[in-house]
């Protein structure tokens, strides 16, 4: 090797070793990025006297039952009626339905009344012994029987009820 080709080489070494230790420095001691996150839900409310949709509700589901994959399946078949998915896990409630229970302190919220409408079984309603971030609760067990095929997807509301709607970014 040529002494000339030996001092390119060390000099781009040492080009490369100084942008790496400045920008090394720079990272290190610059700021963190500490804006606010961008919502990640619109406030939509429905007046007492109009139709509440089913897309206005998030359904949290639990397995009370034996079946593997039943609290997704049945959430992934709620979503199919327009519901918005909440939290889907294995049941944790003293709750231990045969078919289907909601758990709420009001059974004649619209919400639930909409759910407990999508079942083929008789649901139960129990007041609620875990505590789950919005939505309606239901929890499903071993006698479960599937949603009826043509549920409504919308209830005229006694209330009005303020709904978190999910915003999508958009790339």
Do not use: H
Request: charged share 20%; hydrophobic share 40%.
């Amino acid at each position: 090797m040529s002494r000339a080709y030996q001092a390119l080489t060390l000099v781009v070494a040492a080009a490369i070793f100084a942008f790496g230790g400045i920008t090394g420095f720079r990272l290190l001691t610059s700021s963190a990025d500490t804006a606010d996150p961008a919502p990640t839900c619109t406030s939509k409310t429905v007046k007492k006297g109009e139709q509440l949709d089913s897309n206005l509700v998030t359904v949290n589901v639990f397995n009370a039952s034996n079946r593997s994959g039943l609290a997704n399946r049945v959430t992934i078949n709620l979503q199919t009626n327009g519901f918005l998915g909440g939290t889907i896990g294995n049941n944790e409630s003293a709750t231990k339905p045969g078919r289907v229970a909601i758990l709420t302190d009001d059974p004649d919220d619209p919400r639930v009344r909409l759910v407990a409408q999508q079942f083929k079984d008789k649901v139960e309603f129990k007041k609620p012994d875990v505590t789950v971030d919005g939505g309606v609760v239901v929890i499903v067990g071993d006698d479960y029987s599937g949603l009826k095929s043509k549920a409504p997807t919308k209830i005229k509301t006694d209330r009005d009820i303020t709904a978190c709607v999910p915003r999508v970014a958009l790339p």
